[in-house]
């Protein structure tokens, strides 16, 4: 199973150019505790970077605004509109993403169509408030076993504290890919940084 998507999860478009001079193609924008206004101008902001680097623009948690501004796709959350229901009002042009925990979400988020799975966390992170029980290797495994078992093929991407120190290792439990926001925005050279994540991600790919 190869293991090359990295999404790169942040709340700015400043932070997204650095990712994409780095070489990210998928940008995820998490928008926590702001109004509506502010939120559709921090997504016209990234979209038109991501437009520039031929990026592809997901929005968390909101899958209308989404659709106002012609993002690429929408990730929904627990707590968020369900998957089907965006799948249902955003049509298939639309990538939808789910986050799942357990393999029951898994299975829920690929009979409701999403084009990929966020499973985690891998480990303990700040970034996320009421995070869901941690995964670790073995319940990447695990998960991903019973997946392959029971004949579901959606991709799912690790999230949740990942570093680069952790691509070779997840890389072995049969995920798609990874997302990560702090490993690369908090980086003291994010351009930088998410160049290695995709060198990481192809050395240990290769074709
Ligand atoms: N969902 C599960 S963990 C997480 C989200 C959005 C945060 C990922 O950020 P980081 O900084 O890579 O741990
Ligand atoms: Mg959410």
Redesign the pocket.
């Known amino acids: 199973m190869k293991i090359n998507t990295l999404h790169y ?1 942040t709340t700015n478009a400043a932070a997204a150019e650095l990712a994409c001079q780095g070489g990210v193609r998928w940008v ?1 924008l ?1 928008v926590k505790n702001q109004p509506p206004a502010i939120w559709k101008q921090l997504a016209l902001d990234t979209q038109a970077v991501c437009r520039r680097y031929g990026a592809t623009l997901l929005i ?1 948690d909101n899958p209308r605004l989404a659709q106002e501004i012609g993002a690429d796709g929408v ?1 929904v ?1 627990k707590a968020d509109m369900p998957a089907a229901e965006a799948r249902e009002m955003l049509g298939s042009k639309f990538i939808i993403g789910g ?1 799942a925990n357990t393999f029951a979400d898994v299975q829920r988020l690929a009979e409701a169509g999403v084009d990929y799975v ?1 499973l ?4 303990f ?4 408030e009421n ?2 029980p941690i995964l670790g290797l073995d319940g990447y495994t695990e998960i991903i076993r019973q997946c392959r078992a029971a004949g579901l093929a959606v991709p799912i991407i690790g ?5 680069l120190a952790d691509v070779e290792a997840l890389a072995t439990t049969g995920l798609h890919g990874v ?8 980086a003291s050279n994010p351009t930088e940084t998410a160049g290695l994540f995709i060198k990481e991600l192809s050395a240990v790919n290769p074709i």
Do not use: W, Y
């Open positions: 999860i995820q998490r968390n990730h959350g986050t966020g985690g966390p891998f480990r992170t700040p970034t996320k995070l869901s999230i949740g504290g990942i570093t997302a990560v926001s702090s490993a690369i925005g908090k």
